[in-house]
């Protein structure tokens, strides 16, 4: 498996172990830092390298920076170009998982609004193992954050101090990852994935409202299953007893991709085993990433 040997830090490739922030910037001391997680797939035909949604992505990051107040210069146009060279440098044989990350550079108050840097780094990340076993996950007993606290649709490095403790909470309780609820006791999220759950030929996913992040992967699945099968998702809010109905449910996230989920709360979700739409999600998914279908949304960039 390749290795990253180059880093991008304010424009400047260097080598990978060269990267470094103070310790004292307010992106160390009070977390004013939003991130992207990309991945740029390999055609296994022609070997070339395709950025998944980069805009999508960019879009969000430049929102998470607005509401957090950062004065920034950072462009679409010039970050692709940065992000393609990235790439490039570290000549990956494999697909690439790459974490962007923008930060206060400024050593001193909390309020400050700059200037903001950031890195880029480019890595391999392997397809989870539980992608073909599947999950399973408990209702954790920390709730998701609310939007009047700390607002879930920024991705905001800050709030995954509420992912990190449920996802360490589930381990503790011999679970292989968690369900957060909302303030309100409505299903959310996974701490760091999107949820979906099939009942009765349905696939049904908490909406917007049920403090989740505004993912770039739950809305490429929405659209992909309503094109599939010319029927709508469902997006409402979802009971927590409701889980436990679910015929089938899967986790989605760019690091996570698509992950069945085969119990919940130690009960098993429908028969315990990966359901049909599961599947059929999977490979979709797969293939339009892969650009194996046709990329008739224009999702995918060229490195």
Same mark, same amino acid.
């Given at each position: 498996?390749?290795?990253?040997?180059?880093?991008?830090?304010?424009?400047?490739?260097?080598?990978?172990?060269?990267?470094?922030?103070?310790?004292?910037?307010?992106?160390?001391?009070?977390?004013?830092?939003?991130?992207?997680?990309?991945?740029?797939?390999?055609?296994?035909?022609?070997?070339?390298?395709?950025?998944?949604?980069?805009?999508?992505?960019?879009?969000?990051?430049?929102?998470?920076?607005? @509401?957090?107040?950062?004065?920034?210069?950072?462009?679409?146009?010039?970050?692709?170009?940065?992000?393609?060279?990235?790439?490039?440098?570290?000549?990956?044989?494999?697909?690439?998982?790459?974490?962007?990350? @923008?930060?206060?550079?400024?050593?001193?108050?909390?309020?400050?609004?700059?200037?903001?840097?950031?890195?880029?780094?480019?890595?391999?990340?392997?397809?989870?193992?539980?992608?073909?076993?599947?999950?399973?996950?408990?209702?954790?007993?920390?709730?998701?954050?609310?939007?009047?606290?700390?607002?879930?649709?920024?991705?905001?490095?800050?709030?995954?101090?509420?992912?990190?403790?449920?996802?360490?909470?589930?381990?503790?309780?011999?679970?292989?990852?968690?369900?957060?609820?909302?303030?309100?006791?409505?299903?959310?999220?996974?701490?760091?994935?999107?949820?979906?759950?099939?009942?009765?030929?349905?696939?049904?996913?908490?909406?917007?409202?049920?403090?989740?992040?505004?993912?770039?992967?739950?809305?490429?699945?929405?659209?992909?299953?309503?094109?599939?099968?010319?029927?709508?998702?469902?997006?409402?809010?979802?009971?927590?007893?409701?889980?436990?109905?679910?015929?089938?449910?899967?986790?989605?996230?760019?690091?996570?991709?698509?992950?069945?989920? @085969?119990?919940?709360?130690?009960?098993? @979700?429908?028969?315990?085993?990966?359901?049909?739409?599961?599947?059929?999600?999977?490979?979709?998914?797969?293939?339009?990433?892969?650009?194996?279908?046709?990329?008739?949304?224009?999702?995918?960039?060229?490195?």
């Amino acid at each position: 498996m390749w290795q990253p040997k180059i880093i991008l830090q304010n424009d400047k490739l260097l080598p990978y172990e060269q990267a470094s922030v103070h310790p004292m910037s307010l992106g160390m001391t009070y977390a004013t830092a939003v991130f992207e997680g990309l991945r740029a797939y390999r055609n296994p035909t022609t070997g070339d390298f395709k950025i998944f949604r980069f805009a999508e992505h960019f879009k969000r990051l430049l929102l998470g920076m607005k @509401v957090m107040r950062f004065d920034h210069s950072l462009t679409e146009d010039g970050m692709r170009e940065a992000l393609s060279g990235l790439i490039r440098a570290n000549e990956p044989d494999d697909d690439v998982y790459i974490r962007l990350l @923008v930060y206060i550079e400024a050593l001193g108050l909390m309020a400050q609004t700059g200037p903001v840097g950031y890195t880029a780094a480019a890595s391999p990340r392997e397809r989870p193992k539980f992608a073909d076993t599947g999950m399973s996950l408990g209702v954790s007993s920390w709730s998701r954050l609310s939007d009047n606290a700390s607002p879930p649709r920024i991705k905001a490095t800050a709030n995954y101090h509420n992912a990190r403790l449920t996802q360490l909470q589930a381990k503790s309780d011999g679970y292989d990852g968690a369900l957060m609820l909302t303030p309100s006791g409505k299903v959310s999220e996974a701490p760091i994935a999107c949820f979906f759950m099939v009942r009765e030929g349905k696939l049904i996913t908490p909406n917007i409202g049920s403090n989740i992040l505004e993912s770039v992967t739950r809305d490429t699945i929405i659209t992909l299953y309503e094109e599939a099968t010319g029927q709508a998702v469902v997006q409402r809010e979802v009971d927590r007893s409701e889980l436990y109905f679910a015929d089938e449910a899967f986790l989605c996230g760019t690091g996570q991709e698509i992950i069945p989920v @085969v119990k919940i709360d130690r009960l098993p @979700v429908g028969d315990g085993a990966i359901g049909p739409i599961t599947k059929k999600m999977q490979k979709i998914y797969f293939d339009a990433v892969r650009e194996l279908t046709p990329d008739t949304h224009g999702w995918l960039t060229k490195v």
